[in-house]
């Protein structure tokens, strides 16, 4: 994507919750294909801690290195051994990331925005998230970007089983895919630093962004691409854009509207906007 020129007008900056949710509900209730962008913000609330942002896991500890992918093709066998030497250490600490995510349950924010496809307002939901959690929701329409922390894949074939149902052989690594005639490496279903992004999942994103009429963005700090850069090429065609968020992003100033808050508070409100709305007529 080229550069997606300068905002036209900023968004109403946060100044009084209450009338920007109000403003949203309209935007939102009027738009008749929206599109949305969540990221780890909208899952805060389950109990996962976000990487960047007030509390962060890398605004505490620092970035871990970009180059994961490259160091996994280096020497998936090696790789793979500490993969499942961390999973025994992360099951064993209740304060790790893995356990936060697999203890997690869907908040009100993941229940607003299913309550929204369920009205058809929204219609496609791209997340950056691995947890899961908009699918236990009720969501049906979405693309995760950044794969699902509990499936995996072969970097060959691209078949993908759940991790449940895909027992790794610490005898025989890395393991090998189940595809008869295959045997691909395979690998967890995340995507790592380094890693492309599977070719289907991005070709749905562009599509759906192109033809978003609204662009709703939650609980992202909007620096990772290609996925910041979605909402921008929906804007770029006259989509306007809502942000949910209670800190200022890159997208802030291309947002008709922004709302200050957390999602668990601002999307039921938002739902409820939307739906008071549409029963009116309005
Ligand atoms: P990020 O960690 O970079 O930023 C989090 C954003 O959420 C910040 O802008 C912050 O202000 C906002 N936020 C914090 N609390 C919020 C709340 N209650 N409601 C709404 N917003 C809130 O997240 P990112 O932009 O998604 O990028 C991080 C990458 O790490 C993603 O690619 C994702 O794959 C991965 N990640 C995933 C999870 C998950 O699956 N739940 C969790 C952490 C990181």
């Not at 309209?26 to 899952?43: D, N």
């Not at 925005?113 to 908009?134: K, S, W, Y």
Request: charged content about 25%; some cysteine; proline content about 8%.
């Amino acid at each position: 994507m080229g550069d997606p020129g300068s905002p036209a007008a900023g968004p109403t900056q946060g100044g009084d919750l209450a009338a920007d949710i109000d403003r949203a509900g309209e935007i939102l209730a009027r738009a008749q294909y929206v599109v949305v962008l969540t990221g780890a913000g909208v899952s805060k609330e389950s109990g996962i801690p976000t990487f960047r942002g007030d509390g962060g896991l890398w605004t505490v500890n620092g970035e871990p290195p970009m180059n994961g992918f490259q160091l996994f093709l280096e020497d998936t066998a090696g790789w793979w051994r500490q993969r499942l030497d961390r999973r025994r250490a992360d099951e064993a600490d209740p304060a790790s990331f893995a356990r936060a995510v697999d203890e997690a349950r869907p908040n009100p924010a993941h229940a607003a925005l299913a309550e929204l496809e369920h009205l058809g307002v929204v219609r496609h939901l791209i997340t950056q998230n691995v947890d899961d959690l908009h699918r236990r929701a009720g969501q049906r329409e979405i693309t995760e970007i950044h794969g699902n922390r509990h499936w995996m894949r072969c970097l060959d074939c691209g078949a993908r089983w759940p991790a449940s149902e895909f027992p790794v052989d610490e005898g025989r690594l890395p393991p090998r895919c189940a595809q008869p005639g295959c045997e691909g490496v395979v690998k967890d279903d995340t995507v790592m630093f380094g890693e492309p992004i599977p070719a289907e999942a991005l070709s749905r994103c562009d599509a759906e962004s192109r033809r978003a009429d609204c662009f709703l963005v939650v609980g992202t700090s909007a620096v990772v691409m290609p996925a910041a850069g979605f909402p921008l090429l929906a804007w770029q065609r006259g989509a306007p854009l809502v942000e949910v968020n209670p800190e200022p992003t890159p997208l802030t100033g291309y947002a008709e509207v922004s709302c200050r808050g957390a999602a668990g508070d601002v999307l039921p409100e938002l739902a409820a906007a939307v739906r008071a709305r549409r029963a009116a007529g309005a």
